[in-house]
């Protein structure tokens, strides 16, 4: 079965850190891009951050930059993202996506990050 | 700084046929932002309809279909269903690998 599993989230102080990470199985994951993309509760989709089936490369939103890092281990299937410096902001549900041509395709089921004191 | 524009919500009757739109507030959309669409109902992760304009994501209907109309990119769902009402996401690659999302269309099937 085609499928990706996140893990990670939590609550967290603000300017605390997390590292998501994402578990892929059932497709080639080593040639594949991916992406995070998070929802704030009652809010719209917002992308976050991508990188290249190997690694080489990475982006990331505006309100991200320099806070968080998106990595990936091929011989775990799995690709993480970092947060630090956490705001209340920062407050979502994050979902890892797979690429395909230049869209999302297969989606997780999310897990919540919840930044307050 | 460019956003993804989508109307923040829509109604169709049961049966009817409705286009959803994302455009850009400066700009065209076209082929080359690589429009793809997915549709969300609350709680659960999006879901995949299209791709690259107009390319149906598996197991996707053929009701859903997704074309360039004008200077925007749009989805337009024939046979509207009730279990089509949910929200509607637009993305387009903003190139040098950013994305961009719109603000998301509520559908209300009624």
């Known amino acids: 079965e085609v499928q990706l599993v996140e893990s990670g989230g939590g609550l967290v102080q603000p300017g605390g850190s997390l590292r998501l990470s994402c578990a892929a199985s059932g497709f080639t994951f080593s040639r594949s891009w991916m992406h995070w993309v998070r929802q704030a509760p009652g809010k719209g989709l917002v992308w976050v951050s991508h990188i290249n089936s190997d690694g080489s490369s990475t982006n990331y939103g505006d309100s991200v930059r320099g806070r968080f890092t998106i990595s990936r281990d091929n011989a775990k299937n799995t690709v993480y993202l970092q947060l630090n410096s956490l705001r209340a902001e920062d407050t979502a549900v994050y979902y890892c996506a797979s690429d395909k041509g230049y869209a999302f395709d297969i989606w997780g089921q999310g897990t919540m990050v919840t930044v307050s004191s | 700084q460019t956003v993804v524009t989508q109307e923040p919500s829509f109604s169709v009757s049961p049966g009817g046929t409705v286009t959803l739109t994302c455009g850009l507030s400066?700009?065209?959309?076209?082929?080359?932002?690589?429009p793809s669409w997915y549709q969300q109902t609350p709680g659960q992760a999006p879901r995949t309809l299209i791709y690259s304009t107009n390319t149906r994501s598996s197991g996707v209907p053929d009701r859903f279909s997704g074309s360039i109309l004008g200077n925007k990119a749009a989805l337009t769902i024939t046979g509207a269903q009730a279990d089509d009402d949910s929200d509607y996401y637009c993305?387009?690659?903003?190139?040098?690998?950013?994305w961009g999302f719109g603000g998301g269309t509520k559908l209300t099937v009624l």
């Open positions: 400066s700009g065209s959309v076209s082929t080359s932002y690589y």
């Open positions: 993305v387009l690659y903003m190139g040098s690998g950013i």
